[in-house]
Nanobody, 114 residues
Framework: QVQLVESGGGSVQPGGSLRLSCTASGINLRHYVVNWYRQFPGKEREWLAYITVSRDTHYHSSLKGRFTISRDDTKNAAYLQMNNLIPEDTAVYYC????????WGQGTQVTVSS
């Protein structure tokens, strides 16, 4: 079955960290550019970052260095390390893989609250 599955979301206090994972099955993720997005209630998905097959990375300027995207092709996975989280980061986070196919995961909820 071809799919992407996000994990690692949850609740965290402001200033905390989370590491989201995006694990692929049915495809070889090494052939795909991986993006992370997030979606606030009632809003369109917002692009956050991408990592290419050669591990070049690019980030939305608003993240100000708090998030880091990475990949481990031996595990068929990509990651989003999120540090210094703020309440405004509360959203559903999605990974997306672009390559021979275009795939989306189901999303994982991140809640930042004291």
């Amino acid at each position: 079955q071809v799919q992407l599955v996000e994990s690692g979301g949850g609740s965290v206090q402001p200033g905390g960290s989370l590491r989201l994972s995006c694990t692929a099955s049915g495809i070889n993720l090494r052939h795909y550019v991986v993006n992370w997005y997030r979606q606030f209630p009632g809003k369109e998905r917002e692009w956050l970052a991408y990592i290419t097959v050669s591990r070049d990375t690019h980030y939305h300027s608003s993240l100000k260095g708090r998030f880091t995207i990475s990949r481990d092709d031996t595990k068929n996975a990509a990651y989003l390390q999120m540090n210094n989280l703020i309440p405004e980061d509360t959203a559903v986070y999605y990974c997306n893989a672009n390559g021979p196919e275009r795939l989306w995961g189901q999303g994982t909820q991140v809640t930042v609250s004291s």
